[in-house]
T-cell receptor, first 114, second 113 residues
Framework: DAGVIQSPRHEVTEMGQEVTLRCKPISGHNSLFWYRQTMMRGLELLIYFNNNVPIDDSGMPEDRFSAKMPNASFSTLKIQPSEPRDSAVYFC???FGQGGQPQHFGDGTRLSIL | AQSVTQPDIHITVSEGASLELRCNYSYGATPYLFWYVQSPGQGLQLLLKYFSGDTLVQGIKGFEAEFKRSQSSFNLRKPSVHWSDAAEYFCAVGTIAGNKLTFGGGTRVLVKP
């Protein structure tokens, strides 16, 4: 079975550019999560969706970050404009059902902002 | 709000030796508990989960964890580690109220030959 698919796996771009990260959750899963992982701050939840609706975006760092989920099989995380401090690994995860279900993670996008 | 503490940032263990990783959680009701493993360059993989019932839970790759309500702990164990167990391990807690998980800071395991 296909797991959570993220693209691209690696992204290197210059500061000020727009960056778009993509995620395809596991088919049938109704919750989707975006995380950011850095050495300094560890694993941080940025935003999560339930049935395509954003439920909690309190972890989104600032207005430069935005996330959308136009349908059950696709989500994007956009950074505009990007800054060097946004360099991190970004993970997408999905889960099924309600209440304490395990999340299934993609392999992440390693983002480097020069 | 729930929280998770993994007291050990790094652990070094010899190949073939036993391993125990500590996890303490804070949550007012019965928690859902998880252990994940992250190998370099990869995402987090679920090792095992506890929802209810038997407090000793078996997982993949020979790992097990024990839920101790009185100590608010969910420690992960493996009797004999292999070099391939070198990775970072995360404990997480969830609640019946939603699908959000709260993760600990992780424990990095190094395996000596």
């Amino acid at each position: 079975d296909a797991g959570v698919i993220q693209s691209p796996r690696h992204e290197v771009t210059e500061m000020g550019q727009e960056v778009t990260l993509r995620c395809k959750p596991i088919s049938g899963h109704n919750s989707l999560f975006w995380y950011r992982q850095t050495m300094m701050r560890g694993l941080e939840l940025l935003i999560y969706f339930n049935n395509n609706v954003p439920i909690d975006d309190s972890g989104m760092p600032e207005d430069r970050f935005s996330a959308k989920m136009p349908n059950a099989s696709f989500s994007t995380l956009k950074i505009q404009p990007s800054e060097p401090r946004d360099s991190a690994v970004y993970f997408c995860a999905s889960s099924f059902g309600q209440g304490g279900q395990p999340q299934h993670f993609g392999d992440g996008t390693r983002l480097s902002i020069l | 709000a729930q929280s998770v503490t993994q007291p050990d940032i790094h652990i070094t263990v010899s190949e073939g030796a036993s391993l125990e990783l500590r996890c303490n959680y804070s949550y007012g009701a019965t928690p859902y508990l998880f252990w994940y493993v992250q190998s370099p360059g990869q995402g987090l993989q679920l090792l095992l989960k506890y929802f209810s019932g038997d407090t000793l839970v078996q997982g993949i790759k020979g790992f097990e964890a024990e839920f101790k309500r009185s100590q608010s702990s969910f420690n992960l164990r493996k009797p004999s580690v292999h070099w391939s167990d070198a990775a970072e391990y995360f404990c997480a807690v969830g609640t019946i109220a939603g699908n959000k998980l709260t993760f600990g800071g992780g424990t990095r395991v190094l395996v000596k030959p």
